[in-house]
């Protein structure tokens, strides 16, 4: 069982080096699979990719890697990397490592359980979660927005801590259009569910202290932008 861990990087100069290692640390505790951690970067313009290198030096091949990615985005950056290596899970989780990395066996466990897809949720009554209150908001009504379009049943759509398939890659990742910001993480749950897969979610512990980088109203609108774009998709049938 191989298990690509992919962690979407941009500008992350002052976390990059800590957070790597940091997973390298955790993964070399983990036993009964395979793993390597690859750090999709692309257009980085601060130190970001000099230390990557440096990591690279430093650690085996076969364990970590990274690449500049052409894509533009954080999704296109995620799904660059998981099609870049044969593995039978893939995973991706956020550079700031705002989910707590305990609950990363709980993914690979998911999918060795059968599920398709496993994602981590803060908004399940287990969930321990410090956010604040406009987010939570922001995260909520979107949640709803998605219920009532596509009549989906999963509490969190958004959260950076998520596995899939080799068989999900290969038939709703490589499906996936619209790549802004991180809203592939949306349409594969759309795709996943319009498709029957099975979808488990786990509840997370969450701590996210830094500072949005996005701006509120460019992020929102270009979500619903994006649902309607796929509602569109779906019943002209592009996504066949
Ligand atoms: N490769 C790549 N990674 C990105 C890009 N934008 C963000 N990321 C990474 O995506 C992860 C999540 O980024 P955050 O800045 O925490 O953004 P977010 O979690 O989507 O949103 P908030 O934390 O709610 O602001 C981090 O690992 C970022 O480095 C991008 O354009 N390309
Ligand atoms: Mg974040």
């Known amino acids: 069982m191989k298990v690509l861990i992919v ?3 941009y500008n ?9 290692t940091r997973v390298l640390d955790f993964l070399r505790q983990q036993r009964g699979y395979d793993w390597r951690l690859l750090v999709a970067e692309n257009g980085s313009c601060d130190r970001t990719v000099e230390i990557l290198r440096e990591l690279s030096a430093e650690q085996p091949p076969a364990q970590f ?3 500049s990615f052409p894509a533009r985005s954080k999704s296109g950056a995620i799904k660059q990397a998981w099609l870049s290596e044969d593995a039978d899970i893939y995973i991706h989780m956020d550079a700031d490592l705002s989910t707590n990395l305990a609950h990363l066996p709980e993914l690979v466990e998911g999918i060795c359980e059968g599920f398709d897809m496993v994602i981590g949720s803060r908004c399940l009554p287990q969930s321990d979660v410090e956010r604040s209150g406009r987010r939570n908001l922001i995260s909520g009504g979107y949640n709803l927005l ?3 379009l596509f009549s989906l049943n999963v509490s969190d759509l958004q959260c950076g ?4 398939s080799r068989g999900t890659r290969d038939e709703i990742v490589r499906r996936t259009r619209h790549l802004s910001e991180g809203f592939m993480d949306t349409e594969m749950l759309i795709l996943a569910s319009v498709k029957g897969l099975r979808i488990k979610e786990v509840p997370v512990c969450w701590r996210d202290e830094r500072k949005t980088r996005f701006n509120f109203w460019t992020v929102v609108s270009q979500f619903i932008l994006n649902m309607l774009r796929v509602k569109f998709d779906l019943l002209r049938g592009r996504y066949e």
Not at 15 to 20: A, C, E
Not at 161 to 164: E, S
């Open 65 to 67: 890697r990274f690449e």
């Open 12 to 20: 992350e100069e002052e976390l990059i080096r800590q957070t790597v």
């Open 161 to 164: 801590f998520k596995a899939v």
């Open 146 to 148: 998605t219920r009532l």
């Open 7 to 9: 962690i979407p990087a």
